[in-house]
Structure formats: structure tokens, C-alpha cells
């Protein structure tokens, strides 16, 4: 009779048992082909935007075949990720940022999708500590090996006319571009960056987190600058833009190419307020002391560049990035003061903790705006235009003590306002 225990027993011993169904941490997609999707849909993307700007651009000289239009957008893709170009006119590195920080971010997406779908959060969880950063790891390396495999053959599909590129050095760039923003995606995605986080000293967090805040008030500034700048001299860009007769279309494609490298001009703005400032030419200098401009291309954003020194009314301007450093050292304090509110029998940072962190803010602050400065530059051909942007080096370290500088004292300030508040029994710190 079925069900009986007799069955089991006189089961022939051949027979294998009943398989047990894999658990879903044991279902893990191949880790090379949810590289190659999510890193193939991440250059698609920023691909199809960079396209989609270059054909608007290209209605500006009356249009262009289909195989140019691509061949110039393949060509923007690449200089987006840093790549250098090599056309006619000499070698082209003016990288746009705008269109940077979006292929970082389908990257950094691509590096989470994959860390998710090899289950580096799950290994964690499941007891293995070793396991997450094994896994994050290995996502981000695999992400990193398809997109520079995609680098490496858009720079050698296309015919050499407009520009070349070498595909060993589009592949090296592409491929490390990928590896800084899978990383930090995977490493976000498996918890890895959380916990190395909470392992940090508390004033080397404080210092990380002000610096940054201040880097960000700083580039914010310089945008806000650059952007009054343009506005006051409107009449002048838009007799740039009637210049082109062009349509609509055309037009857009002006704009968006101006926005694509917005965020080169926030930083040389930057630069000029924390005080080193920046060239557009050789031998050329825009700083607050000193401006020697040469002729400039026709491109509509730069009817804002100064011709003078600073000096009236904007001169305060050049207090930005002081102010700046106040304000995070100041938030410093506050974001301390809600930390203790919220934990009770939180003890309060000594002055030791609190000088120390504002005092090492101002060199990550500087190594930020370093590198955005470095970023941000480039060549323009070989002629008067080969030299373009900011000094990093020089930006970085003038940064670093101003922010240090204003760090401090707001972050003093606010914690002898925090005291007394906390004396009088008005406000408990």
C-alpha cells in the first residue's frame, strides 16, 4: 500500500533520493553576461544622448550624411570618457563633463545591476564577511572589461577621416573610467562601502564629509557666477547665436552643446574665485589679478568671460570660497549637535576632534577641486587653443587653505554658539 513505511524500505537502493531545490542565493546570472548587458545598455545611453546633440549640431552647417553624424558622435562619446582625439587641427581633449557625469552614472548603475545580479548583498547576509568584496570586485572588473572592450572597437570602427583614436588607449581609458564607477556602484549595492565607512575614525569622517561639502559650495559658486556672467552678457551670445543662421533645430543643438560643457565652465569660474583662475589659449590668463584674453572662439558661453580685472562691487566674489569653508565647518557643528539629540549619551566632541577635522577638510577639499579642475581642461587643436582650463595643481592648493582657513572658523564659531545656547539652557546642543 502507498504511503506505508514498508515502501521506503523496499525502495530499490539504486534509485538516487529527491533532489532539493536550490536556494535563490544559489540562482546567480553568469557574472560576464550581466557585465556585458548592463555595461552594453550603459554605452548605449550616454551614446544615444551624446548622438542625439551632435546630430542638432550638425544642422548648423546645413546638415550631414548619416555615416558623419555617427562618426562625430562616436567620436564625442569617447572624448566624453577622456579618450584624446586626433584630428586635423591637432589633438582634441576638452572633455565635456556634463556628458561625463551622465555615462559615469549609467556606469556607476551598470556596477550596481551586476554586483545584484551575482547576489553580493546575499553573501553577505548569508554568513560569508569575504564574500561581498570578492563579488563586488568582481562586477566592477567585469564592467570594466566590457566597457573598455566597447572603447577599444568604436575607436577602431570608424574609418579614419575626421579624427582617430588609438583602440589600446580608448580601450585602457574607457576601461579604467569604468572600474572608478562600477566600483563605486557595486561597492554601494554589497554593502562594502558602508561598512569600510562606519570603520573609519570619526574625525577622518567629519573631515571627508566637510571637505566635500565645501568642494560642492565651491563649484556651486562658480556656477552661479558663471551663469550671471552669461546672462550679463546676453546681447553678446545671442548675436553668437544669429551669427549661425540657423534654425531651431540648429540653435538647440548650440544650447545643448553649451550645457554639455557647463560644468567645465563652473570650474574654471571655481578657479577663478579661489584665486589661481584659468587660461583659454596659450599664454592667456583670467584671474582675479590679471586678464589677458586673446581671440576666442565663437561659442556663445564664453561672451562672459571678463576683460578686466575684478575690482567694485565684485570684488566680495572672491570671498566665496571662504565663505564656503565657513559653511561647511559650520554644518560640521550642527549635523554633530542632531547626532547627540537623536543618541542619547552621545558624548560631545572635544576641540581636538572638531580643529582636526576642519583643519584636514581643506586638503580634501583642495584634492576635489584639483581634480575637477584637472578634468575640466584640455586642448583645443594644436594652435593658440592647445592649452585650455584651470591649473589643478595650483587650484588645489590655494583651495586647501582657504577652506581650511574658513573651516575653522566656522566650525569654531558655531560651537561657541553651540555652547553658550547649551549654558543659558535656551537650546540643549
Given at each position: 500500500?502507498?504511503?506505508?513505511?514498508?515502501?521506503?524500505?523496499?525502495?530499490?537502493?539504486?534509485?538516487?533520493?529527491?533532489?532539493?531545490?536550490?536556494?535563490?542565493?544559489?540562482?546567480?546570472?553568469?557574472?560576464?553576461?550581466?557585465?556585458?548587458?548592463?555595461?552594453?545598455?550603459?554605452?548605449?545611453?550616454?551614446?544615444?544622448?551624446?548622438?542625439?546633440?551632435?546630430?542638432l549640431l550638425v544642422l548648423v552647417s546645413g546638415g550631414a550624411p548619416v555615416p558623419m553624424v555617427l562618426r562625430f558622435g562616436t567620436g564625442g562619446w569617447l572624448l566624453a570618457h577622456g579618450v584624446p582625439l586626433s584630428t586635423g587641427a591637432g589633438p582634441l581633449g576638452l572633455t565635456p563633463l556634463a556628458l561625463s557625469a551622465l555615462a559615469a552614472w549609467r556606469v556607476n548603475r551598470a556596477g550596481v545591476h551586476?554586483?545584484?545580479?551575482?547576489?553580493?548583498r546575499r553573501a553577505g547576509s548569508a554568513g560569508r564577511p569575504g564574500a561581498p568584496v570578492m563579488l563586488a570586485g568582481l562586477a566592477a572588473g567585469c564592467v570594466a572589461l566590457c566597457y573598455g572592450l566597447l572603447g577599444a572597437l568604436a575607436a577602431a570602427a570608424v574609418p579614419d577621416r575626421d579624427w582617430t583614436a588609438r583602440p589600446l588607449v580608448a580601450g585602457l581609458a574607457c576601461g579604467g573610467f569604468a572600474l572608478v564607477a562600477a566600483g563605486a556602484g557595486a561597492a554601494a549595492e554589497s554593502g562594502v562601502a558602508a561598512r569600510l565607512w562606519r570603520r573609519l575614525p570619526r574625525a577622518v569622517r567629519d573631515a571627508v564629509r566637510t571637505g566635500l561639502v565645501a568642494a560642492l559650495l565651491v563649484l556651486g559658486a562658480g556656477a552661479a557666477v558663471a551663469g550671471v556672467t552669461v546672462a550679463v552678457a546676453g546681447g553678446e551670445a545671442s548675436s553668437m547665436f544669429a551669427a549661425y543662421h540657423t534654425g531651431v533645430a540648429g540653435q538647440a543643438g548650440l544650447t545643448l552643446l553649451c550645457l554639455a560643457f557647463a560644468p567645465?565652465?563652473?570650474?574654471?569660474?571655481?578657479?577663478?574665485?579661489?584665486?589661481?583662475?584659468?587660461?583659454?589659449?596659450?599664454g592667456t590668463t583670467v584671474s582675479a589679478a590679471k586678464v589677458n584674453l586673446g581671440a576666442l572662439p565663437a561659442v556663445p558661453v564664453l561672451a562672459g568671460l571678463p576683460t578686466t580685472p575684478v575690482s567694485g562691487w565684485t570684488a566680495p566674489l572672491l570671498g566665496l570660497?571662504?565663505?564656503?569653508?565657513?559653511?561647511?565647518?559650520?554644518?560640521?557643528?550642527?549635523?554633530?549637535?542632531?547626532?547627540?539629540?537623536?543618541?542619547?549619551?552621545?558624548?560631545?566632541?572635544?576641540?581636538?576632534?572638531?580643529?582636526?577635522?576642519?583643519?584636514?577638510?581643506?586638503?580634501?577639499?583642495?584634492?576635489?577641486?584639483?581634480?575637477?579642475?584637472?578634468?575640466?581642461?584640455?586642448?583645443?587643436?594644436?594652435?593658440?587653443?592647445a592649452?585650455?582650463?584651470?591649473?589643478?595643481?595650483?587650484?588645489?592648493?590655494?583651495?586647501?587653505?582657504?577652506?581650511?582657513?574658513g573651516a575653522l572658523i566656522g566650525a569654531a564659531t558655531m560651537r561657541v554658539l553651540e555652547g553658550v545656547k547649551s549654558g543659558t539652557g535656551k537650546v540643549r546642543a
Open positions: 500500500m502507498a504511503g506505508t513505511p514498508t515502501d521506503s524500505a523496499t525502495a530499490p537502493p539504486h534509485e538516487a533520493p529527491p533532489t532539493r531545490p536550490r536556494s535563490p542565493a544559489g540562482r546567480r546570472a553568469p557574472v560576464l553576461l550581466a557585465a556585458a548587458v548592463t555595461a552594453t545598455w550603459a554605452a548605449i545611453v550616454s551614446y544615444a544622448s551624446v548622438l542625439a546633440v551632435v546630430a551586476t554586483a545584484r545580479a551575482v547576489g553580493a567645465n565652465l563652473a570650474s574654471w569660474a571655481a578657479a577663478y574665485l579661489v584665486g589661481p583662475g584659468f587660461a583659454v589659449g596659450v570660497p571662504l565663505a564656503a569653508g565657513m559653511a561647511a565647518g559650520a554644518l560640521l557643528i550642527r549635523r554633530q549637535a542632531r547626532e547627540r539629540a537623536g543618541r542619547a549619551g552621545t558624548p560631545v566632541p572635544g576641540w581636538g576632534p572638531v580643529l582636526l577635522a576642519s583643519l584636514v577638510a581643506g586638503p580634501v577639499a583642495g584634492v576635489a577641486l584639483g581634480l575637477v579642475a584637472w578634468a575640466s581642461g584640455g586642448p583645443l587643436g594644436s594652435g593658440r587653443l592649452h585650455t582650463g584651470p591649473g589643478a595643481l595650483s587650484v588645489a592648493l590655494v583651495a586647501a587653505g582657504v577652506v581650511a582657513a
